[in-house]
């Protein structure tokens, strides 16, 4: 079974600052996707970010850019410029050959004016 | 709008009560699911169903029980409401035979059992 780890329950940044939270997998399958999913206070599951394991290029979205490390089965989320809207809570999650989402336990990253 | 739309957003029931939870997709998918969060915002997949068809059970009490009329539809029976289901349940779907499709959640339902 796969698991996802998440070490840090909240962080905190400044605004305007850059901000990286971790993520760590477990799997014994080759071709799977990776996701971050952010959760705001409205409760909404947004997808921020996907990398597929088969791509060595990192996936970058506008200020959202991820560092994937196969070999290491690590998988951050580096947000720049960070701005007061992207307080939240942030999940990493994994799926294989199974399609469901397998989540972390998130963090909750808090923007400080 | 294309979307995944739950209903109710809120619901507050006594223990011992059976409750519904409502869920449709308009985005053409194949594939929905039911996740829990609990109190901790931890997620946990409860039920996938592709095609109405169940292909996920996790360990989830038989009080639990999806059902799928159509493929645009996923509903969450909860039989004998208990405290510890006070939760919020979120519902997705994705589109089964593309690997990278991502899911796409509805807003949650978030369940008070008193």
């Known amino acids: 079974a796969q698991t996802v780890t998440q070490s840090q329950p909240e962080m905190s940044v400044q605004e305007a600052e850059t901000v990286t939270l971790s993520c760590t997998y477990d799997?014994?399958?080759?071709?799977?996707?990776l996701f971050w999913y952010k959760q705001p206070p409205s409760r909404q599951m947004i997808l921020v970010i996907r990398q597929e394991a088969y791509k060595q290029q990192n996936a970058t979205e506008n200020r959202f850019s991820v560092n994937f490390q196969k070999a290491a089965k690590s998988f951050s989320l580096k947000i720049s410029d960070s701005q007061l809207g992207d307080t939240a809570m942030y999940f990493c999650?994994?799926?294989?050959?199974?399609?469901?989402?397998?989540f972390g336990s998130g963090t909750q990253l808090t923007v400080l004016p | 709008d294309t979307a995944v739309s739950q209903t109710p957003k809120y619901l507050v029931t006594q223990m011992g009560n059976d409750k519904s939870i409502k869920c449709e997709q308009n985005?053409?998918?194949?594939?929905m699911y039911w996740y829990k969060q609990d109190s901790k915002k931890f997620l946990k997949i409860m039920f996938s169903y592709n095609n109405k068809e169940l292909i996920i059970n996790e360990t989830v009490p038989n009080r639990f029980s999806p059902k799928s009329p159509d493929k645009a539809h996923l509903n969450l029976h909860i039989n004998s409401l208990e405290l510890g289901d006070s939760a919020v349940y979120f519902c997705?779907?994705?589109?089964?035979?593309?690997?990278?499709?991502?899911?796409?959640f509805g807003n949650g339902t978030r369940l008070t059992v008193t």
């Open positions: 997705a779907s994705s589109q089964g035979d593309r690997t990278n499709s991502p899911l796409h």
């Open positions: 985005l053409g998918h194949d594939t």
């Open positions: 999650a994994f799926q294989g050959s199974a399609r469901q989402l397998t």
């Open positions: 799997t014994s399958e080759n071709n799977y996707y």
